[in-house]
């Protein structure tokens, strides 16, 4: 499909943006000792990104409709290279954790509008399969931030981690530019409806305050925990922060796998099941991190985690290119919007746990509740499915 030449360039730019969003999970225990307080305290500049990359998707959202959505990812991106420079120079943890809301700020607007125009271009019968295409990028963004930030922090410096990421956003966003430069701009004249009318509209919607709520849950518990299994590896194993980010980088791994089956898991699951099955991997692999005797557990937890993850979020993630296709970016980022500010809620739950009691007790505490949800998804994805085949 010729319109998807600037695809290369905009799934380059979500790499970055993943890269970013990770990179501080390995190095919480270095950046506690470098600020002189503990890792849990660390985790706030986890949250920072998180939360400030939730609430900009209440702006890129109307902006990428207006204005085109590969031209806003990259002024984004260039705003994301500028702060990650601030990160690298910040002298306190508070400053820190300031930059880094700064950063999420604006990695904000590049993954979600890529989904957003991804579905403006790609039939919905293709869709899951080409978003699992973007999902490679993603995922190894994702793998690099989780074990550079980490391997970096113990061999050098943290902050020379943050100056690597500058230099990813700053190539990304030339190859964005280029990319939008031949992209048409959104016709001009008749104005639609406003932004509040449009989220106004989505949310009249059951099936589309079910989307959020579960991504909006799904994003907690899921991000919560990954944040702190590092952290979980180290205190209890004795790893490394090189090591323990390779486990999470194993996360990765198993997104990686999902992208290379995601056809045919579809095929012979059906969509419905994806997500369910996705659930019981999330719920297994939380339950082995929680009860698991020995560090060798560990790598098919990461790796089961990483694959359920993907088989139930792609699913979610598809179904939100469908809630509105006359706003598409407005959707998909209240959609990213609800995922993050989860991720920040749950960063922040999972930090308390693991402070007054311990990481064990948050990976047993979520593994039944995301079984729960996935399963009570798929059967309404299910029905949904099954009530417009018989509409048809």
């Known amino acids: 499909m010729s319109g998807l030449r600037a695809l290369p360039a905009l799934a380059c730019a979500g790499f970055a943006?993943?890269?970013?969003?990770?990179?501080?999970?390995?190095?919480?225990?270095?950046?506690?000792?470098?600020?002189?307080?503990?890792?849990?305290?660390?985790?706030?500049?986890?949250?920072?990104?998180?939360?400030?990359?939730?609430?900009?998707?209440?702006?890129?959202?109307?902006?990428?409709?207006?204005?085109?959505?590969?031209?806003?990812?990259?002024?984004?991106?260039?705003?994301?290279?500028?702060?990650?420079?601030?990160?690298?120079?910040?002298?306190?943890?508070?400053?820190?954790?300031?930059?880094?809301?700064?950063?999420?700020?604006?990695?904000?607007?590049?993954?979600?509008?890529?989904?957003?125009?991804?579905?403006?271009?790609?039939?919905?019968?293709?869709?899951?399969?080409?978003?699992?295409?973007?999902?490679?990028?993603?995922?190894?963004?994702?793998?690099?931030?989780?074990?550079?930030?980490?391997?970096?922090?113990?061999?050098?410096?943290?902050?020379?981690?943050?100056?690597?990421?500058?230099?990813?956003?700053?190539?990304?966003?030339?190859?964005?530019?280029?990319?939008?430069?031949?992209?048409?701009?959104?016709?001009?004249?008749?104005?639609?409806?406003?932004?509040?009318?449009?989220?106004?509209?989505?949310?009249?919607?059951?099936?589309?305050?079910?989307?959020?709520?579960?991504?909006?849950?799904?994003?907690?518990?899921?991000?919560?925990?990954?944040?702190?299994?590092?952290?979980?590896?180290?205190?209890r194993f004795g790893l490394s922060l090189v090591e323990a980010g390779g486990m999470v980088a194993l996360f990765g791994v198993g997104g990686l796998l999902y992208s290379r089956l995601a056809r045919r898991l579809v095929q012979v699951l059906g969509v419905p099941r994806l997500a369910a099955c996705g659930a019981i991997c999330l719920a297994l692999a939380l339950a082995t991190l929680a009860a698991m005797p020995s560090v060798a557990f560990a790598v098919p937890a990461c790796l089961v985690a990483g694959l359920g993850f993907y088989m139930l979020h792609n699913t979610l993630q598809t179904c939100a290119t469908q809630l509105s296709t006359t706003a598409r970016g407005t959707g998909v980022s209240l959609f990213a919007c609800a995922l993050f500010l989860g991720q920040s809620s749950g960063v922040l739950a999972a930090s308390l746990v693991a402070a007054r009691v311990s990481t064990t007790a948050w990976f047993a505490a979520a593994s039944p509740i995301l079984l729960a949800l996935g399963l009570a998804f798929g059967v309404r994805l299910h029905a949904r499915l099954s009530k417009q085949q018989a509409a048809a």
């Open 17 to 235: 943006s993943m890269a970013s969003m990770r990179m501080c999970d390995a190095m919480l225990p270095a950046l506690g000792q470098a600020f002189a307080t503990s890792a849990a305290d660390a985790a706030q500049t986890v949250s920072a990104f998180a939360l400030a990359y939730g609430l900009l998707q209440l702006v890129y959202g109307p902006l990428g409709d207006r204005f085109g959505k590969p031209r806003v990812v990259m002024f984004a991106a260039c705003g994301c290279a500028v702060t990650s420079v601030l990160a690298a120079l910040a002298p306190s943890l508070g400053l820190l954790t300031f930059a880094r809301s700064l950063m999420g700020a604006g990695a904000a607007g590049v993954i979600p509008l890529t989904m957003a125009w991804i579905g403006d271009q790609v039939p919905y019968e293709r869709r899951q399969e080409v978003l699992a295409s973007l999902l490679t990028y993603t995922v190894l963004g994702m793998m690099l931030g989780a074990w550079a930030g980490g391997a970096i922090a113990q061999m050098a410096s943290w902050r020379f981690a943050f100056v690597a990421v500058a230099v990813l956003f700053g190539v990304s966003a030339i190859g964005v530019a280029r990319a939008a430069a031949s992209q048409p701009a959104p016709a001009a004249g008749r104005q639609g409806p406003s932004y509040v009318a449009q989220t106004a509209l989505l949310f009249q919607a059951s099936w589309a305050r079910t989307i959020y709520a579960v991504v909006f849950v799904e994003g907690a518990l899921v991000f919560g925990s990954l944040a702190f299994i590092p952290t979980s590896l180290h205190d």
